[in-house]
Every structure is written in structure tokens, then in C-alpha cells.
């Protein structure tokens, strides 16, 4: 007669390895396709419809004529900028894949918490 520990282990082990080999094919589709921020393309200000409509610019010195900029807002201080400090580019929640630039400012800017 066979041990039922062993026969629990057996049983456990096939079926995470079972797991393991229907997860692995989705794994290897989905997370090459999460891009890190450096791989993001920039916004184009100049052709990017949402830049346009948020008035974004790469230079938040460039928008002081703006009537809601505010002196030291940039995209790196806004709370919907999600780039690491430091960077240069960085995602940001109102261009969903794309990167912006961490100096950059759009009329949507919100100090960060």
C-alpha cells in the first residue's frame, strides 16, 4: 500500500506544475507587451490630440502664459505623473502609454500629494 503523504505531495506537485505549464504561454505574450518607461513613445505636443487639448508642453517654462500655470509646476510635481524621480520621462494617467517629459506642464497638472 502506497503512503498517503506521498501521495498528497505527488498529487500537489502535478497539479502546480500542471498551473505552471498553462500559465507560462500567457506570461510569455502579456508581459513583453508591459512597457517599462523608457520604451514609451514621447507626446508630441505638436501632433498628439489630447497634448493639444490639455495645452502640454515638453517646457513648463514655455507655459507661464497660461492662465492655470502656477511657478514650479512641472509634470514631475503633478499627481498624475507616474515616472520614477529623476527621470527624464516618465508615463503619465492622462497620456496612457505614452511618456512625457519630467520638465514638461499641461493645463490638468494637480500638485502631488
Not at 498528497?8 to 502546480?16: G, N, V
Not at 514631475?76 to 520614477?84: D, E, L, P, S, V
Request: hydrophobic share 40%; aromatic share 8%.
Amino acid at each position: 500500500m502506497s503512503n498517503p503523504a506521498e501521495s498528497q505531495a505527488r498529487r500537489r506537485f502535478l497539479k502546480i506544475a500542471a498551473t505552471a505549464a498553462a500559465v507560462a504561454p500567457v506570461a510569455a505574450v502579456v508581459l513583453p507587451k508591459i512597457a517599462r518607461a523608457q520604451d514609451l513613445p514621447h507626446v508630441d505636443p505638436a501632433s498628439d490630440a489630447t497634448a493639444k487639448a490639455l495645452n502640454y508642453v515638453d517646457d513648463a517654462s514655455k507655459a507661464s502664459s497660461h492662465p492655470s500655470f502656477k511657478a514650479g509646476s512641472d509634470c514631475a510635481n503633478c499627481q498624475f505623473y507616474t515616472g520614477k524621480a529623476g527621470d527624464e520621462y516618465g508615463p503619465c494617467q492622462l497620456f496612457p502609454g505614452k511618456a512625457v517629459h519630467s520638465k514638461g506642464w499641461c493645463a490638468s497638472w494637480a500638485k502631488k500629494a
